[in-house]
């Protein structure tokens, strides 16, 4: 859309993924740990794509986070659904001492989930951060995640039917998407 995109990843071997992302705008690759790399400004938008189910200390991660975003920015962050239905990894407030996930955060693959949160978590860490959370949103039914045996029909369908799946799926009861939508979008503010 013609922004200035700072992409942070911890793995610098990704440089070439993120120059094949560089249609409009200006895309910059700053490889590290977003923590300990000095950044040369703060953010207007910070997104955090399925990042903080990786880390030991989400609560702490996101407080570092905020420090990033410019007074009135917003922190858009998606995590997995820790409410839905196939999960079963612990929530990150059934632990009391984190520490031992220390070493496997931020793992290689991406398919190191340590804990799952879940919205009452998110949005007490974001109240004690004094962030707005601006909206909440579920996505992701099993049918478009590939779950519960359904990867083989996703490919034999045609692409407007799971399109429509997905669609359908946000008018459900929202009992309903806690436990049937996959993922998590939350958009928060930080204060003026």
Same mark, same amino acid.
């Given at each position: 859309m013609g922004y200035t995109v700072t992409w942070n990843d911890i793995r610098a071997d990704l440089i070439g993924y993120v120059k094949l992302k560089d249609e409009l705008g200006e895309i910059g690759f700053v490889p590290g740990n977003c923590l300990e790399v000095k950044f040369d400004r703060l953010f207007d938008c910070l997104l955090l794509g399925e990042v903080i189910e990786h880390v030991a200390y989400p609560?702490?991660?996101l407080k570092s986070l905020v420090k990033l975003v410019k007074k009135g920015g917003f922190i858009v962050l998606t995590t997995p659904n820790g409410e839905y239905f196939k999960n079963s990894l612990p929530k990150y407030s059934d632990f009391p001492n984190p520490e031992i996930f220390? &070493?496997?955060q931020f793992g290689p693959d991406g398919d190191d989930h340590i804990f799952l949160l879940h919205e009452s978590e998110i949005r007490?860490?974001?109240r004690n951060l004094g @962030?707005?959370? @601006? &909206?909440?949103d579920f996505f992701g039914n099993s049918l478009t995640c590939g779950h519960v045996k @359904?990867?083989? @029909?996703?490919n034999l369908l045609p692409k407007f039917i799971v399109k429509k799946t997905e669609i359908m799926t946000n008018f459900l009861p929202l009992r309903l998407k806690r436990k049937l939508c996959y993922g998590s979008c939350f958009v928060l503010k930080v204060p003026e």
């Open positions: 609560d702490r991660f220390e &070493s496997t007490g860490w974001a @962030l707005e959370v @601006l &909206s909440h @359904l990867q083989k @029909l996703l």
